[in-house]
């Protein structure tokens, strides 16, 4: 005996609806992390990269962090599953940022510092 189910209406709908926008903000979270990247490449001198990655992923997990627990009201973070989900990205961004500090040779680092430094002063003096 077959049966026969209704037709579907939305509006007596009792499942939560996911929309294409909910998983538009992440992958539009988890693209910017690339270009961050690729932004700090073009921008830094190659032995500041991962410093400067280093640091940026730290402030992002924080603000991730600090964003959940004020439970401050925003798209992203409006449910417990969300509020979860951008606690393991946070977890995933301090991973990078170490791996990125741990990656670092800080002699290199230092030394473009140093030539940055002095390429510095050497414009701020001829200003003068």
Known sequence: ?????????????????????????????ALSIPAVIVLLAAVLPGALV???????????AIAMV??????????ILSSRMEKSRARDLAGILM????????????????????????AYRGTASAVR
């Open 1 to 29: 005996m077959p049966t026969e189910l209704p037709p579907f209406d939305p509006t007596r709908s009792r499942w939560p609806r996911h929309t294409r926008r909910d998983e538009t903000d992440w992958n539009g979270l």
């Open 50 to 60: 991962l410093p400067a990655l280093s640091i940026m992923a730290v402030l992002a």
């Open 66 to 75: 600090a964003a959940g627990s004020l439970r401050l009201s925003s798209r």
């Open 95 to 118: 991973l990078v940022a170490f791996g990125a500090s741990m990656m670092t040779d800080t002699t290199e680092a230092l030394r473009s510092i140093a030539e940055i430094e002095a």
